[in-house]
Each structure stands twice: as C-alpha cells, then as structure tokens.
Nanobody, 121 residues
Framework: QVQLVESGGGLVQAGGSLRLSCAASGRTFSSFALGWFRQAPGKEREFVAAIRWNGGRTSYTNSVTGRFTISRDNAKNTVYLQMNSLKPEDTAVYYC??????????????WGQGTQVTVSS
C-alpha cells in the first residue's frame, strides 16, 4: 500500500506561484504513476496533471498547460506541482493520487488528504 502526504498549499494573489509536494511512502513500486487532481466547491473532482515514476512521461489538462509543471524526485519518492501564473479559477483542494496515470480518477487507488490552494483576485 502507498501512503501519500501533500503539502505546499496556501493563499496567493492572482499571477503568483505555489509549489505543491506529494511525498510517497510504502509500496511505491506498486503504482505506475502519480497524478494531481483538484476539486473546487460545488464542482466535480478534475484531473490536473500526471507523471510516470519510470520514464517521467507527463500529461496535463488543457487549462493548466504552460502554467503548471509536474516533476518527480525518485530518490525522495516525491512529486511536485509547480503552479505559475495562478488564476482565481485555480482555487480548489488539490489531491495527489497513485495509480495508472490516466486522467480518470477511478484509475487511481490511493489518495492523499488534500491541500487547499486559494487564489485571490
């Protein structure tokens, strides 16, 4: 079983930056990839980005392409989400998840507790 702990959320003004971290422990070799999802109040959880542990292939949802960068440090079993040029619509609880690496939340079987990101206008 994989355990995930997110950190790095907070309050930032529009146009600012934040870096989220997701530290993985346990049977990390049992998961194929790690993804970031977000959920805003009253909305469905949506895919943000994903990265494979091996090879580092990445994918992004269109709304964050060019602004967000997902990366990994295999030695630390940690995945990062660098978020630049933040917009108020990026406000949400951000979750990291371990699973297949697709954009479908149902293909991820382990989730972190979430970290709040709030972008003020």
């Amino acid at each position: 079983q994989v355990q995930l702990v997110e950190s790095g959320g907070g309050l930032v003004q529009a146009g600012g930056s934040l870096r989220l971290s997701c530290a993985a422990s346990g049977r990390t070799f049992s998961s194929f990839a790690l993804g970031w999802f977000r959920q805003a109040p009253g909305k469905e959880r949506e895919f943000v980005a994903a990265i494979r542990w091996n090879g580092g292939r990445t994918s992004y949802t269109n709304s964050v392409t060019g602004r967000f960068t997902i990366s990994r440090d295999n030695a630390k079993n940690t995945v990062y989400l660098q978020m630049n040029s933040l917009k108020p619509e990026d406000t949400a609880v951000y979750y990291c998840a371990a699973g297949r690496g697709s954009q479908l939340s149902g293909e991820y079987d382990t989730w972190g507790q979430g970290t709040q990101v709030t972008v003020s206008s």
